[in-house]
């Protein structure tokens, strides 16, 4: 069964950066998406960064670009979310899911418990 676990999140001030994991076990995960969402106190979920494993493609939301990056991993069955210029609006919890499509919530299967990054001005 695929289980996906992220680790990383910590509370940081504006302007600093992360790192997050989510190492996947059971995944054959080469023709996957995986992608990072996070959810904001009293918001949805929202797609941040999204990775093609076999490709190496990505996606990022407009508020994330330049300042995320999405890698992988393939030989350890990982993806990383590099955080920097963190901002408090990127305050949340934050997601690794597989097995969807791009960063369409919808579309996924598989998601992690989440990891906690704070991020204060």
């Known amino acids: 069964q695929l289980q996906l676990v992220e680790s990383g999140g910590a509370s940081v001030q504006a302007g600093g950066s992360l790192r997050l994991s989510c190492v996947c076990s059971?995944?054959?995960?080469?023709?996957?998406?995986v992608a990072w969402f996070r959810q904001a106190p009293g918001k949805g979920r929202e797609g941040v960064a999204g990775?093609?494993?076999?490709?190496?493609?990505?996606r990022y939301a407009e508020s994330v670009k330049g300042r995320f990056a999405i890698s992988r991993d393939i030989a350890k069955a990982a993806v990383y979310l590099q955080m920097n210029s963190l901002k408090p609006e990127d305050t949340g919890m934050y997601y690794c899911?597989?097995?969807?499509?791009?960063?369409?919530?919808?579309?996924?299967?598989?998601w992690g418990q989440g990891t906690q990054v704070t991020v204060s001005s």
């Open positions: 899911a597989a097995a969807g499509a791009g960063l369409e919530e919808g579309t996924y299967n598989y």
């Open positions: 059971g995944c054959t995960w080469t023709y996957y998406w």
């Open positions: 990775l093609y494993v076999g490709s190496g493609n990505t």
